[in-house]
């Protein structure tokens, strides 16, 4: 088939509106997602769908099937970037209460990340790695104000040279800096990031910001269960990455908010409760794992974060 037959086809057209997005080509982009609407009768979700399924077949390696089922010998098994916290090539949700240090903690895990230290109950050393904050929900603003509560100067190091270790994504019009959204240009976005920066840890906060700046309802179970398979098929597992969603509570005791997949899909989810003495007075923060690897019933209960001085 010559490339002009080619283009001519359903994924023919869909590669070339995947091009135009990762050449940042809008008037392009437009064009065909009207062209692909018009000639096969799709919604802009069937167009999207489409364009992630392209995404991720494009990450499936080409050797030949030759059995008919998964040689589980040849299958890696879980593993961690930081122990307990960060696991490699999967995907995780946090979330609490407010008040209780969520986007602090996140920060704390990811400061220390970039110098191989971990942290809180885990003693097992980890390797120095690379890590970008996503703050679409509150904002630079928010992002800053975590820094101060852990001690973190303006001009820390960690956050600037020519190889910084924690990147920042957030809406700062004085800078040119556009809030995230995870439709299909803020993925295909962010995978290029990872590569060119070799980012090995991406804390997302939040869930429910980034979706809605997305066009889809967060409390959607179909539309959050494609979103993150993809977020782990086509970004977590080819770059051996971690990403990591911060949400808020739901409306039941204990319970997370949005739709149940955001804590069906990850491998790994940690719920913050304030921690309480007998008489009902806040102690801490507990970190409590409903469901995680090898510590499903484990609980961690810290005072505040030290600070990072």
């Given amino acids: ?70 040689d589980l010998s040849k299958v890696k098994p879980l593993c961690y970037l930081m122990d307990g916290w960060l696991l490699e090539g999967d995907i995780s949700l946090l979330y609490a209460v407010a008040g209780t240090g969520k986007t602090t903690l996140a920060l704390f895990i990811a400061y220390n990340f970039a110098k191989g230290i971990n942290v809180l109950d885990r003693s097992k050393p980890c390797k120095a790695g690379n890590a970008l904050f996503i703050a679409t929900d509150g904002g630079a603003n928010t992002f800053k104000s975590a820094m101060d509560d852990l001690g973190i100067a303006d001009d820390d190091p960690i956050f600037y040279g020519d190889n910084p270790k924690i990147h920042l994504w957030a809406y700062e019009s004085e800078q040119g800096h556009e809030a995230w959204s995870a439709d299909i240009n803020g993925v295909v976005k962010l995978e290029e990031f990872i590569k060119s920066k070799g980012i090995d840890v991406v804390w997302i906060d939040s869930a429910k910001s980034v979706a809605s700046r997305g066009g889809w309802k967060y409390t959607d179970n179909d539309s959050v269960r494609v979103l993150l398979s993809y977020m782990r098929e086509i970004i977590a597992q080819p770059n051996k990455c971690h990403i990591g969603f911060i949400s808020h509570d739901g409306t039941e005791k204990g319970s997370h908010s949005g739709a149940k997949s955001w804590a069906e899909e990850p491998s790994m989810v940690v719920r913050l409760d304030h921690a309480k003495d007998e008489d009902g007075r806040k102690v801490g923060v507990e970190a409590k794992y409903p469901i995680a690897p090898r510590n499903k019933t484990k609980a961690i209960r810290f005072g505040t974060i030290p600070p990072m001085i």
């Fill in 1 to 70: 088939m010559s490339p002009d037959e080619e283009g001519s086809t359903f994924t023919g057209l869909i590669q070339e509106l995947l091009d135009s997005i990762r050449a940042d080509d809008l008037d392009e982009e437009m064009t065909l997602r009207a062209e692909i609407k018009t000639e096969y009768k799709l919604t802009p979700e069937q167009i999207t769908s489409a364009l992630f399924k392209r995404l991720s077949n494009g990450k499936l390696k080409k050797n030949p099937i030759v059995q008919d089922s998964v």
